[in-house]
T-cell receptor, first 111, second 111 residues
């Protein structure tokens, strides 16, 4: 029973365009959400996070949006660059409890 | 070091042998996770340690898998009587508050 779901296993986006990665969750008690990025042969690295008291957090080209009523969050990357090609993991946690990860979405940035 | 360290980085073992994978978390981090990523698959949760609490073993796929965390620091994941389906990258992460940091992983190949 997945509490964090990334329904798109892969996504292809033209370089320079916006990449939108989606994530849904089922546990309404989650109050902190994170995105991680993973290159082949490396461990995942933290990208951006958002607390449930916010609906948007921006860091450079990366913006995370949170819709609590829909239990949905998304990661926007604009403009997309070749180095953004990676697997992106959505994650969520309740305060002081374990972080639960989605299965990931593989993003391909096309030249 | 400053990050999560895993050893060995690569391990090839014969089917039926036991293996031990080691994780050195970031000093002071109270939480430690083990995940695995099989070829083409997402992150599969295995086990979670938080302080002195009983570990959450709900993700361990069979009783051939076990893990311990000594002194609240170093953790060892043991796989007994390895099978070919155990071949994967095993990732360890540690966290303090709300953010997990991953090691580079151990690539296990069972032949």
């Amino acid at each position: 029973d997945q509490q964090v779901k990334q329904n798109s296993p892969s996504l292809s986006v033209q370089e320079g365009r916006i990449s939108i990665l989606n994530c849904d969750y089922t546990n309404s008690m989650f109050d902190y959400f994170l995105w991680y990025k993973k290159y082949p042969a490396e461990g995942p690295t933290f990208l951006i996070s958002i607390s449930s008291i916010k609906d948007k957090n921006e860091d450079g080209r990366f913006t995370v949006f949170l819709n609590k009523s829909a239990k949905h969050l998304s990661l926007h990357i604009v403009p997309s660059q070749p180095g953004d090609s990676a697997v992106y993991f959505c994650a969520a946690s309740e305060r002081d409890d374990k972080i639960i990860f989605g299965k990931g979405t593989r993003l391909h940035i096309l030249p | 070091g400053a990050g999560v360290s895993q050893s060995p980085s690569n391990k090839v073992t014969e089917k039926g042998k036991d293996v031990e994978l080691r994780c050195d978390p970031i000093s002071g981090h109270t939480a430690l996770y083990w995940y695995r990523q099989s070829l083409g698959q997402g992150l599969e949760f295995l086990i979670y340690f938080q302080g002195n609490s009983a570990p959450d073993k709900s993700g361990l796929p069979s009783d051939r898998f076990s893990a311990e965390r000594t002194g609240g620091s170093v953790s060892t994941l043991t796989i007994q009587r390895t099978q070919q389906e155990d071949s994967a990258v095993y990732l360890c992460a540690s966290s303090s508050i709300l953010k997990a940091f991953f090691g580079q992983g151990t690539r296990l190949t069972v032949v």
